[in-house]
């Protein structure tokens, strides 16, 4: 039979807030937080291409002339078929471009060496790239160790295994 | 779907298809992509087959065709179910 000890209770959650009115009513609480400026990961850009069909004026987007998909393969959009109107880079993280900081709300009786999980990251941090869509962390453990978190990076490194 | 448990491939019925084991440790970042559906592994000089664009059959038809084939298989893709 289980005992009860044997289960693990589920990580704290970390709180991830974007206004003054939200960080100051946990600050008022006596919650531990951290602010941090919102970072944004060079590896999260998608470079994409607008090209439209020249005989049906079609217009795609597609990350090159040379795209894979499982359903159809390899495909080749060809210069003569199909003309560049643009090309572009894309966020893969979308947020409101007026959100430059935010600050981590922590349970005010955290202990030292408690994991917690955050599930909205304030740091963009690039997973890897699956057809073609950059993936970003949606959530990340972190470690309390006494006056600030740690990022538990390297429980993101197994998404791709190879053997 | 296939099922990854305990690093042992399965199919959803339970046959079990082959053992994830990479004794190089290799990351899927050091290997040379050589198409869309394979890359090169430095490591053993290799070639490993790239599960993103492959159905559930090819899969299960590369093992069959050879058991110690080596995959690179992502935990986003939809035709795996990783179990721990």
């Known amino acids: 039979m289980t005992h009860i000890d044997d289960v693990q ?4 959650a970390v709180k991830t807030v974007y206004n003054l009115t939200k960080l100051n009513r946990a600050i008022k609480s006596g919650a531990k937080y951290e602010v941090h400026l919102v970072k944004n990961s060079p590896k999260l850009f998608e470079k994409q291409m607008l090209l439209r069909n020249t005989a049906t004026g079609e217009i795609i987007e597609v990350p090159s002339r040379l ?29 409101k471009n007026t959100v430059v900081w935010g600050a981590y709300i922590i349970p ?10 955050i599930s909205d990251p304030l740091e963009d941090i690039f997973l890897q ?9 949606f959530e990340i453990e972190a ?9 538990d990076r390297e429980s993101l490194r197994d998404f791709v295994v190879v053997g | 779907m296939l099922v990854v448990r305990d690093s042992k491939i399965f199919t959803e019925d339970g046959q079990y298809l082959k053992t994830i084991h990479c004794p190089k440790k290799m990351a899927a970042t050091a290997l040379e992509r050589l198409d869309h559906k394979t890359l090169h592994c430095q490591g053993c000089k290799d070639v490993v087959i790239d599960t993103d664009y492959l159905t559930e059959a090819e899969v299960i038809a590369h093992i069959a065709a050879n058991a110690d084939v080596c995959l690179k298989i992502s935990r986003f893709n939809p035709d795996f179910r990783f179990e721990k």
Do not use: N
């Not at chain 1, 470690?143 to 990022?151: A, F, H, P």
């Open chain 1, 129 to 137: 790239e699956f057809w073609d869509t950059k993936i970003y962390a």
């Open chain 1, 108 to 117: 005010k009786d955290v202990v030292v060496g408690e994991r917690l999980q």
């Open chain 1, 67 to 95: 795209h894979a998909t499982r359903q159809f393969g390899i495909t080749e959009y060809t210069e003569a078929e199909w003309e560049l109107l643009h090309q572009f880079k894309r966020y893969a993280r979308e947020r």
């Open chain 1, 143 to 151: 470690t309390w160790d006494g006056e600030r978190l740690v990022l």
């Open chain 1, 9 to 12: 209770t589920p990580m704290r």
